[in-house]
């Protein structure tokens, strides 16, 4: 718990329907100031739903969704950037062809207030400031999810959920990601990592939750889940 008595992001017993259909069902996670938080599962288990969901980009739910706790649900995507709950999604939608500097500066538009400078973006990630006159849509694939990331810290939250951010990428370049995520919690940030990547996931973060066919089927420490029978045959293959 929080020293003010409550998670950070508290995410009770939501239920999420698509024409009818239902799509998670009951899903309650939670996440502490400090801490990374993953959730994982496979193709198609309902995570993005769910990240959607605290944005408020489905509107058939049933359930809440606390941030500092206050009642945010349903509430639209900006007004959470503006409460400090900062997104990085799935397929980073950047401006393509605008330049680095540029994609930069519009996560500065998104909230009124104190905004981190470029420069210190650029001392987290220097690779950035090396391309800062460059079109997005030329860089690497690991270039671009920490542009994504780094856009996403721009309007200071005190929390960002990440969907898939090694998606597509090589190993080593996964590596580089994971390991910016994790100094960035190091620093104070809290975190939600939304993973298909198990062993990586459960290396770095806390505690964890384990969504399949839109259901919490397992939870706990990160590293009772990455020693847990169950969840080694199933996911890490041994």
Request: aromatic share 6%.
């Amino acid at each position: 718990m929080t020293s003010a008595g409550f998670p950070l992001l508290d995410i009770r017993q939501l239920s999420v329907f698509y024409s009818g259909l239902q799509v998670l069902w009951d899903v309650s996670l939670y996440v502490n100031k400090g801490e990374i938080v993953t959730l994982l599962g496979a193709n198609g288990a309902g995570k993005t739903t769910l990240v959607q969901s605290v944005f408020g980009l489905t509107r058939d739910q049933k359930g809440h969704i606390f941030f500092e706790g206050n009642d945010i649900t349903g509430l639209p995507a900006y007004e959470m950037v503006k409460r400090g709950l900062a997104l990085v999604p799935e397929k980073r939608e950047l401006f393509p062809k605008m330049t680095v500097e540029e994609n930069l500066e519009i996560g500065g538009f998104s909230k009124k207030g104190e905004i981190v400078e470029l420069e210190e973006i650029f001392d987290f990630f220097p690779i950035l400031k090396e391309r800062k006159k460059q079109l997005a849509g030329t860089l690497s694939g690991g270039e671009q999810q920490m542009l994504a990331i780094a856009r996403a810290l721009i309007p200071k939250p005190s929390m960002i959920v990440l969907d898939e951010p090694s998606l597509g990428l090589s190993p080593l370049i996964v590596s580089s990601v994971l390991d910016a995520i994790k100094k960035l919690n190091e620093e104070g940030l809290s975190i939600l990592l939304v993973e298909q990547n198990v062993q990586h996931a459960l290396e770095m973060s806390h505690r964890g939750y384990i969504l399949e066919t839109g259901r919490i089927v397992r939870e706990g420490t990160s590293s009772d889940l990455l020693h847990d029978d169950q969840v080694q045959a199933s996911y890490l293959g041994t």
